[in-house]
């Protein structure tokens, strides 16, 4: 039975450690086509905001031409929390039940 030993050892390891936040971390900026003289406000309205499983998420940008400081967004409620360094928004996954 040491298969079900390792794996209560596991979930009560998982348990005791606070839930790391969800880091997100965006693909090569060369994913997106995007080209440098637009507007970051015109490229930032197309991208629909990024759906995080959790109540907070880290933005660092990425790394490319938008990279920044690691931030820490909360994300409390409905509505979509931009990143005050890049302008990505976040949101809350719907649908996930609270345990
Ligand atoms: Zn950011």
Redesign the pocket.
């Known amino acids: 039975m040491s298969f079900f030993r390792n794996l209560t050892q596991k979930i009560s390891q998982s348990l005791k450690s606070p839930a790391p936040a969800v880091r997100?971390s965006?693909p090569p900026s060369n994913a997106f086509n995007v080209r440098p003289v637009e507007p970051a406000e015109e490229m930032i309205n197309k991208v629909r905001p990024v759906e995080i499983e959790g109540s907070s998420v880290g933005?660092?940008?990425?790394n490319g031409p938008?990279g920044?400081p690691m931030?820490y967004?909360n994300l409390d409620g409905k509505e979509p929390q931009p990143?005050?360094?890049?302008?990505?928004r976040f949101v809350q996954k719907h649908g996930h039940h609270h345990h």
């Open positions: 997100f965006a933005c660092d940008g990425g938008l920044h931030v967004i990143c005050g360094y890049c302008g990505l």
